[in-house]
């Protein structure tokens, strides 16, 4: 006979598989897994995964609870074991779970809960209360959460991590998750979302899209998940793509698990070129493009050169599009990008989308030539429709470009504050 309540267990593990402690779907299995080996009734989970790496869970059973959080940076991980009772044995979980994580070795403190002797037993227990062989197993509760100092942007997921791999340059992922369809994530970052893809790619490429010429050629820097590709296919006036991704593992996993890009990598106009996108710009010579849409990782920092460098591979007349990726518009990555862009071209607007995923609400864009008789924000309804004809668009239409160039006021102050200063 136990003389107390419950035995807690207090476990690290030390230099484990980093890769398994950055898993969540994996080491929400494990848990349960830990949790049935003991003799333990599992009624709930929820665990989060964490940005830029580690994992939170906890398993809620019957008898009390199984919980954990890992440093993959260490190798290392934290577990509670709390169990009540005499049918639940905590040290076979953790058995379990320094194997399943493939933990060179590991420390325990064991502890006894609820003493008996220092307690009075009153006679409250009911009927109603749930036997162990009446509890149901809930749904679970997994939870994808990237963040910063600031702020946090968590979706819930089914389980399952579709895909995995890690290349020379990033961690890609692929969730199923409840409210956004299957979700991309490079480096613990979610970046496309199947609800969410095609409203901000839709605006990417269709207003650029408008002003294309016939027998056009156009250069993709970035883009490897293939979503603006998808738009991109649909234009008879394109005679020619060229995507320059650095990350062959991108363009897999999303021919994969989306279906947004179709057959767009299938198309006979596509050359892909599997190289870092400044390496191409300062090796390659020849063509010229008619239309440059600047797709790249929010990570590498835009500056003057760079954008000269890409001017230098557009005709004359060129359009250049890139997104501005950024929480507050008055930030210096913002800053930098407008002054390139109003100081290399002649013709410049901003413009913006409504998106979803890290950063929810507008999305900006530059767009930029030195054409100055295009004016990128007006178009007809006779053009739209007969340069998309028969497209199937979720988003894009004649209301949403020419709205999509309206500004808000703190935008309009902020860059009549730098045109007027000549900052731009």
Same mark, same amino acid.
């Given at each position: 006979?136990?003389?107390?309540?419950?035995?807690?267990?207090?476990?690290?593990?030390?230099?484990?598989?980093?890769?398994?402690?950055?898993?969540?779907?994996?080491?929400?299995?494990?848990?349960?897994?830990?949790?049935?080996?003991?003799?333990?009734?599992?009624?709930?989970?929820?665990?989060?995964?964490?940005?830029?790496?580690?994992?939170? =869970?906890?398993?809620?059973?019957?008898?009390?609870?199984?919980?954990?959080?890992?440093?993959?940076?260490?190798? *290392?991980?934290?577990?509670?074991?709390?169990?009540?009772?005499?049918?639940?044995?905590?040290?076979?979980?953790?058995?379990?779970?320094?194997?399943?994580?493939?933990?060179?070795?590991?420390?325990?403190?064991?502890?006894?809960?609820?003493?008996?002797?220092?307690?009075?037993?009153?006679?409250?227990?009911?009927?109603?209360?749930?036997?162990?062989?009446?509890?149901?197993?809930?749904?679970?509760?997994?939870?994808?959460?990237?963040?910063?100092?600031?702020?946090?942007?968590? /979706?819930?997921?089914?389980?399952?991590?579709?895909? %995995?791999?890690?290349?020379?340059?990033?961690?890609?992922?692929?969730?199923? +998750?409840?409210?956004? =369809?299957?979700?991309?994530?490079?480096?613990?970052?979610?970046?496309?979302?199947?609800?969410?893809?095609?409203?901000?790619?839709?605006?990417?490429?269709?207003?650029?899209?408008?002003?294309?010429?016939?027998?056009?050629?156009?250069?993709?820097?970035?883009?490897?998940? =293939?979503?603006?590709?998808?738009?991109?296919?649909?234009?008879?006036?394109?005679?020619?793509?060229?995507?320059?991704?650095?990350?062959?593992?991108?363009?897999?996993?999303?021919?994969?698990? %989306?279906?947004?890009?179709?057959?767009?990598?299938?198309?006979?106009?596509?050359?892909?070129?599997?190289?870092?996108? *400044?390496?191409?710009?300062?090796?390659?010579?020849?063509?010229? %493009?008619?239309?440059?849409?600047?797709?790249?990782?929010?990570?590498?920092?835009?500056?003057? /050169? +760079?954008?000269?460098?890409?001017?230098?591979?557009?005709?004359?007349?060129?359009?250049?599009?890139?997104?501005?990726?950024?929480?507050?518009?008055?930030?210096?990555? %913002?800053? +930098?990008?407008?002054?390139?862009?109003?100081?290399?071209?002649?013709?410049?607007?901003?413009?913006?989308?409504?998106?979803?995923?890290?950063?929810?609400?507008?999305?900006?864009?530059?767009?930029?030539?030195?054409?100055?008789?295009?004016?990128?924000?007006?178009?007809?309804?006779?053009?739209?429709?007969?340069?998309?004809?028969?497209?199937?668009?979720?988003?894009?239409?004649?209301?949403?470009?020419?709205?999509?160039?309206?500004?808000?006021?703190?935008?309009?102050?902020?860059?009549?504050?730098?045109?007027?200063?000549?900052?731009?």
């Amino acid at each position: 006979m136990m003389n107390s309540l419950g035995m807690h267990i207090l476990v690290e593990l030390f230099e484990c598989d980093r890769d398994k402690l950055d898993d969540v779907p994996g080491i929400e299995e494990a848990m349960i897994k830990a949790a049935e080996a003991s003799g333990a009734t599992v009624v709930n989970t929820t665990f989060h995964h964490f940005s830029p790496i580690g994992v939170s =869970g906890v398993v809620v059973i019957q008898e009390s609870h199984l919980a954990i959080h890992t440093w993959p940076e260490y190798g *290392f991980a934290a577990v509670d074991l709390f169990t009540c009772g005499t049918t639940v044995d905590p040290w076979v979980a953790y058995e379990y779970l320094k194997k399943a994580l493939n933990a060179d070795y590991g420390s325990t403190i064991e502890m006894r809960r609820g003493e008996k002797r220092l307690m009075k037993e009153s006679s409250l227990v009911s009927d109603s209360i749930v036997k162990p062989s009446q509890a149901s197993v809930q749904s679970r509760n997994i939870w994808f959460t990237e963040r910063d100092e600031d702020t946090a942007f968590s /979706f819930r997921q089914k389980g399952k991590r579709l895909y %995995f791999a890690k290349s020379s340059y990033q961690t890609v992922e692929v969730y199923d +998750s409840y409210a956004l =369809g299957k979700v991309l994530a490079l480096n613990g970052n979610a970046v496309i979302t199947e609800r969410d893809a095609s409203v901000f790619h839709e605006m990417f490429a269709h207003v650029p899209g408008m002003f294309l010429r016939e027998k056009s050629n156009v250069l993709v820097l970035g883009g490897g998940d =293939g979503c603006l590709l998808a738009e991109l296919v649909k234009y008879s006036e394109i005679d020619a793509i060229r995507l320059v991704e650095r990350d062959s593992e991108v363009m897999k996993a999303s021919k994969e698990h %989306f279906k947004i890009i179709s057959n767009a990598f299938e198309d006979d106009r596509l050359k892909v070129v599997n190289q870092d996108a *400044f390496e191409f710009l300062k090796n390659s010579s020849g063509i010229r %493009f008619d239309l440059i849409l600047i797709d790249l990782d929010n990570s590498l920092l835009y500056n003057e /050169f +760079s954008i000269e460098k890409i001017k230098e591979k557009g005709a004359p007349d060129a359009i250049y599009v890139m997104p501005i990726v950024t929480k507050e518009l008055n930030e210096s990555s %913002f800053d +930098s990008n407008c002054k390139s862009f109003f100081q290399l071209f002649k013709n410049v607007e901003i413009y913006s989308a409504l998106a979803g995923g890290e950063y929810s609400g507008r999305k900006y864009f530059l767009i930029g030539t030195d054409n100055s008789l295009i004016d990128f924000t007006s178009v007809d309804q006779k053009k739209v429709e007969e340069k998309l004809f028969l497209a199937e668009l979720s988003f894009y239409n004649l209301e949403m470009h020419e709205g999509g160039f309206k500004k808000p006021n703190y935008l309009k102050k902020l860059l009549e504050e730098k045109l007027k200063c000549a900052e731009y």
